[in-house]
């Protein structure tokens, strides 16, 4: 072979070779770009379902605090004031036997609408009364129970405590939960949220207590994707806020994973999203 058709055939390889690492990269993006979206639209439905188990956990606690108030026949206008997190729209029946309560918490067919939330379906909670005992177990079963359009499966138990090692109420929820959105889209969640009562206790308004969240939990979605969920810093629940204001928590799944950070202490509904990468992006959340 001579030395000009040696060089010519070697330029068209180079040329094909470019064409083909040129093409790779083109359509390697979009693909990068559309997974990453996938990803975020992951992320935040997780943290709707953050949302959506505080709301859970405000409405168990404060059915719980104000029927003891009732109970202990404290003043009535300080037991009312505890409920004025619920709307009049909102129907509570108490079942008595001896030691055993169970409170229904019934928003109707039509909804009520509960700090920012549309909510349908009953709420039923029960608990053995001992006034002595450090720790109380509440049950809870949701009833044909949506938030917002979402249908919301499951039945739990809280375990409260009444002092931690900080002098705290303490209340440990497990977090068998499956939430069903109008497009079909469905993810069960399991695990263990540890909600800590740090400011708030006996005003008399439930709106102003201030919660403190930590624990670990697994998500998974219809499709198979499961996502590992750590609480880093622990998780600020304002009751006034519809959303956490701060903390952050390590979300991880095969070939995909980042912090999600709900910010400084503002009650403003964002949160940021950190790739393992290190991209970044602002998430708004419902």
């Not at 109970?71 to 129907?91: F, G, H, M, W």
């Not at 998974?220 to 998780?235: A, K, M, Q, W």
């Not at 956490?244 to 912090?259: A, L």
């Not at 999203?273 to 602002?282: K, Q």
């Amino acid at each position: 072979m001579n030395l000009k058709c040696y060089f010519s055939k070697l330029l068209l390889v180079a040329v094909v070779i470019g064409g083909l690492l040129t093409s790779c990269s083109s359509d390697n993006e979009p693909l990068e770009l559309q997974s990453e979206q996938e990803s975020l639209d992951d992320v935040k439905r997780l943290a709707e379902m953050d949302d959506m188990d505080a709301l859970l956990s405000h409405l168990v606690i404060n059915g719980y605090e104000n029927d003891q108030e009732v109970i202990a026949d404290r003043a009535i206008p300080t037991a009312k004031s505890q409920n004025t997190y619920l709307p009049e729209c909102v129907t509570v029946t108490v079942v008595a036997q001896q030691n055993f309560r169970e409170v229904t918490l019934d928003f109707g067919t039509e909804g009520c609408l509960v700090r920012g939330r549309l909510l349908r379906g009953q709420l039923v909670f029960d608990y053995t009364r001992n006034p002595e005992a450090q720790e109380i177990q509440i049950n809870y079963n949701l009833v044909d129970f949506y938030i917002n359009a979402r249908q919301v499966i499951g039945s739990r138990t809280v375990l409260k405590e009444r002092e931690n090692a900080n002098g705290n109420p303490q209340f440990t929820h497990n977090l068998n939960l499956t939430v069903v959105w109008p497009n079909g889209l469905e993810a069960s969640r399991s695990g263990t949220k540890v909600r800590e009562w740090v400011e708030g206790l006996g005003s008399g308004d439930f709106t102003d207590n201030v919660f403190e969240l930590s624990g670990n939990w697994e998500t998974t979605f219809v499709n198979g994707n499961t996502h590992s969920y750590e609480i880093i810093d622990p998780l600020r629940d304002e009751v006034a806020c519809a959303t956490m204001v701060s903390g952050t928590v390590n979300v991880q799944r095969p070939n995909f994973g980042g912090i999600l950070d709900y910010g400084d202490g503002t009650c403003d509904a964002l949160a940021t999203f950190t790739f393992n990468n290190g991209n970044s992006t602002i998430i708004v959340l419902d």
